[in-house]
């Protein structure tokens, strides 16, 4: 059976921005291949995963959240085109 792909990983009762998304999630929300996506995390384009496990990574719902609502406008953008 696989991993689901949504974590919540906060206490009840906590926001649902403060869940965890994994990689399918993520790029079902953002479509960008797998190494575009990592490519642009390279490049301080999108934010920085989570680390989750000893090989495994989410990223916050708030941080990709913003990325869809704002377009990169995060921390560690850089400023050209």
Request: charged share 30%.
């Amino acid at each position: 059976m696989s991993e689901p792909i949504l974590l919540d990983r906060t206490s009840h009762g906590e926001s649902g921005d403060d869940r965890l998304l994994r990689l399918n999630e993520v790029l079902k929300l953002i479509p960008v291949s797998k190494s575009s996506w990592w490519k642009g995390i390279e490049n301080g384009i999108y934010p920085e995963p989570v680390k989750i496990g000893l090989k495994s990574v989410a990223w916050r719902y708030r941080d990709i959240k913003q990325l869809l609502e704002h377009g990169i406008s995060l921390d560690n953008r850089s400023n050209g085109p």
